[in-house]
């Protein structure tokens, strides 16, 4: 499975924008990538995910270099929810289903 | 999304003993899925529960450490055998939802939390 590097933790205020950068230079090109999130006590949750073109939904958006080999989740006015564990992953398409976690970045929200 | 509820939430054991954690979602799906996350660290994946077949595991778990049970496509369960203070981690059942391409996400239950004394 190609790996993706992320920052191990990041800072932000609330009601602020917040880039969470993912690279991933050995990506194929039937790997999608996807983005979970822990928050505390609870399991993964999903957030995202996109092949190659950038994608929005309720959560975040995804804006997917145009190599490929970065990405960033983009949480548009962080709340303090949103302080968890931010999960980049490389998952192929047609492939074993299985999700292989990294370490993550730890997002922490300042009031 | 499935709902996926796990028991027992947390337990405390002695070594040497079993216990058997079970994962119910409200769905039927294809995949289902258990992980292993230790104190302070990520996610790994222990192996994936095949329906009316062996479950497959992954490079460093054995089938007669974890074994695994899926008698049906809502439900699955994780034995944890002859326990060792090492084994004190959060379980986690996760499952992949029937009939929407490989590229759909997973859902997570919020784990089984055991403690081994």
């Known amino acids: 499975d190609a790996k993706t590097t992320q920052p191990n933790s990041m800072e932000s205020n609330e009601e602020e924008p917040v880039h969470l950068p993912c690279n991933h230079s050995t990506i194929s090109g039937t790997d999608y990538i996807h983005w979970y999130r822990q928050l505390p006590s609870q399991g993964p949750e999903y957030v995202i995910h996109?092949?190659?073109s950038n994608v929005n939904n309720r959560m975040a958006s995804l804006a997917i270099a145009e190599d490929r080999k970065s990405s960033t989740l983009i949480l548009h006015r962080a709340t303090l929810r949103d302080a968890a564990v931010y999960y980049c992953?490389?998952?192929?398409?047609?492939?074993?289903?299985?999700?292989?976690f990294g370490q993550g970045t730890r997002l922490t929200i300042n009031p | 999304s499935a709902v996926i509820s796990q028991k027992p939430s947390r337990d405390i054991c002695q070594r040497g003993t079993s216990l058997t954690i079970q994962c119910q979602v409200d769905?039927?799906?294809?995949?289902m899925f258990w992980y292993r996350q230790q104190p302070g660290q990520s996610l790994t994946l222990i192996a994936t529960?095949?329906?009316?077949?062996?479950?497959?595991?992954e490079s460093g778990f054995v089938i007669d450490k974890f074994p695994i049970s899926r008698p049906n496509l809502t439900f699955s369960t994780l034995t944890v055998s002859n326990m060792s203070p090492e084994d004190s981690s959060i379980y986690l059942c996760?499952?992949?939802?029937?009939?929407?391409?490989?590229?759909?996400?997973?859902?997570f239950g919020d784990g089984t939390r055991l403690s081994i004394l």
């Open positions: 996109g092949l190659t």
């Open positions: 529960a095949n329906q009316g077949s062996e479950a497959t595991y």
């Open positions: 769905s039927q799906v294809t995949m």
């Open positions: 992953i490389l998952k192929r398409s047609g492939g074993a289903q299985k999700l292989v």
């Open positions: 996760s499952v992949s939802i029937t009939g929407q391409g490989y590229d759909q996400p997973q859902h």
